[in-house]
């Protein structure tokens, strides 16, 4: 039993643990900063874009922001040339959420001071720097290359209004941001011009805001606006003036020039034809036409192509083309030949409901009407200009030999025009007065000059004789004196007034004058009867006896 247990004695020792210093803790914080910080720059990075430009003027690679509303939503990374050496390529980092930003239809354009038709733009840059616009687009599909416009876009984001696709055979002066007028009111802007070189046409696209894009009907017309317009007729002149804005750059208008109630509205990117003037607009209205051939003996000089056709003042027609060339001449001597002149009668000018069938009854009874003496002739609608416009009327006097045509065109019969006369009696009128004998009127004309000289010296002189006497002071005193001599005689008639003794003695003494010559009266009858009564005595006549024969 005294067994002996066996124990494993350890023995305890004592060790000393190891403790991280404070030291470490500056770079730990600065790591986990670090990291943090790259982990929130990855996190909050957008999309890096590619951005084409045609030069890359201001743009400078970790400075150049890209703004959208004023706002930041973008940096520019590097800026590099193409392979091509044609453009400039800009990277962009775009900012957090600005993803949905980036669609087919966004636009940048570089933002730097502009002046244009619409006014000057982008002087912000100059104290801010260049920078790249950004218009966010709304389409669904998503976009990271892009090209940038060389110029802002006409027509905001979002504007509410139609693009109308206009056609012309010249640009003349449309450009991009031009004013689209409607009754002189800016209604839209023109946000491209180009030339389609297969037709050989411009092509030009115009916004015309909302609520006005309502105007736009199907019967509208669209032609060339000049702010300033000068047109020199057989009219007369016509001088109009039109918006500061227009007179600078032009642009372009449009109006219904008829009074079609039913006219529609229409659809987006329709297209119409550009017209050269207002004229040419309301020309293309008329498509139910005749056209003639006039063969004219006067002269054609002043009747150009668009001048009127009228029927006693009243305008049916249009001059096409003078000399029309589709023809040869009449005669086979130059002195003899009649110069053709092609017009059209428009009959809608005179009755909007014209159809191809009463077009024809229109041209049957034109022809009716040349028997009866419808002709036409030159007349002057312009005395300062010279212009010319073919009027048509009745002269039953003038013979008819029936229709005639040539070359595939009627013959509108002519006569001879009042200017012609005129003109005959004016060369009559030279011819006259090439006769008279301008010398021996110049002679008289001379010698009667001559007189007149010597009149006009002699009224010179007494002019100067005139002007000593009144320098004379003994004349120049006379004034004086009258008045002193009138001042006298009114004194003096002063003391003959009614109220003066002088007067009153004067009446009493033409009394007693009076009484005196009735009292001599009786004595003046003797005298008169017997005058020797005055130195004899006066004999008595007897008494009648009474019952004496």
Request: charged share 20%.
């Amino acid at each position: 039993m005294g067994s002996k247990s066996n124990f494993n004695v350890e023995r305890a020792e004592r060790r000393v643990g190891r403790r991280l210093s404070s030291v470490w803790l500056v770079p730990i914080v600065a790591i986990a900063i670090g990291v943090w910080m790259a982990y929130d720059t990855v996190t909050s990075r957008g999309e890096l874009i590619t951005l084409e430009v045609a030069r890359a003027e201001g743009i400078e690679a970790g400075k150049t922001l890209v703004k959208a509303k004023d706002v930041a939503v973008g940096r520019v990374e590097s800026v590099r040339l193409a392979d091509n050496f044609d453009y400039a390529i800009i990277d962009i980092r775009m900012y957090r959420d600005t993803d949905r930003m980036l669609n087919s239809d966004s636009l940048f354009w570089v933002e730097k001071p502009r002046i244009g038709a619409g006014g000057v733009s982008g002087l912000g840059t100059l104290l801010s720097g260049t920078y790249i616009q950004l218009e966010p687009g709304t389409a669904d599909d998503r976009q990271t290359q892009f090209v940038a416009l060389d110029a802002p876009p006409v027509t905001p984001a979002g504007q509410k209004g139609i693009r109308i696709q206009l056609e012309s055979e010249s640009a003349q002066q449309v450009g991009i941001g031009d004013p689209v007028l409607y009754r002189g009111y800016t209604v839209g802007r023109v946000e491209q011009v180009t030339f389609d070189p297969g037709t050989q046409t411009m092509q030009h696209q115009l916004f015309i805001e909302a609520p006005y894009h309502r105007l736009v009907t199907d019967d509208v017309r669209f032609w060339m606006h000049s702010g300033a317009q000068l047109d020199l007729s057989s009219q007369g002149a016509q001088v109009n003036i039109g918006s500061l804005e227009s007179l600078i750059s032009g642009g372009i208008t449009f109006a219904s020039l008829s009074d079609n109630a039913g006219a529609e509205p229409v659809e987006n990117m329709s297209r119409f034809v550009l017209y050269a003037n207002q004229e040419a607009a309301e020309q293309a209205r008329f498509t139910q036409v005749i056209h003639y051939v006039v063969l004219l003996e006067d002269s054609v000089r002043g009747l150009n192509k668009g001048a009127p056709v009228e029927y006693r003042g009243v305008r049916v027609g249009t001059v096409e083309e003078v000399p029309f060339h589709g023809m040869e001449g009449s005669a086979d001597s130059l002195l003899d030949m009649k110069i053709p002149v092609l017009i059209r009668f428009e009959p809608e000018r005179v009755n909007a409901d014209v159809t191809a069938a009463s077009l024809a009854t229109w041209e049957a009874n034109l022809e009716a009407l040349f028997s009866e003496g419808l002709r036409a002739s030159l007349r002057a609608g312009n005395l300062l200009t010279g212009a010319l416009f073919v009027d048509l009327n009745l002269y039953p006097d003038e013979s008819y030999q029936g229709v005639a045509n040539t070359h595939g065109y009627t013959v509108f019969p002519s006569v001879t025009n009042s200017f012609t006369q005129l003109d005959q009696k004016l060369t009559a009128l030279l011819d006259s007065l090439n006769s008279v004998k301008f010398a021996e009127f110049i002679d008289t004309a001379t010698s009667t000059l001559a007189y007149s000289e010597e009149v006009l010296g002699g009224i010179h002189a007494t002019s100067e004789q005139l002007n000593r006497l009144l320098t004379q002071a003994s004349t120049q005193e006379l004034p004086g004196a009258l008045v002193n001599a009138l001042n006298e005689l009114e004194q003096t008639l002063s003391g003959y007034s009614a109220d003066a003794p002088a007067y009153s003695e004067l009446t009493r003494s033409i009394e007693r004058l009076h009484s005196i010559l009735r009292e001599l009266e009786p004595l003046s009858e003797t005298l008169r009867d017997n005058p020797s009564a005055l130195f004899f005595d006066a004999r008595i006549p007897r008494d009648p006896k009474v019952g004496s024969q």
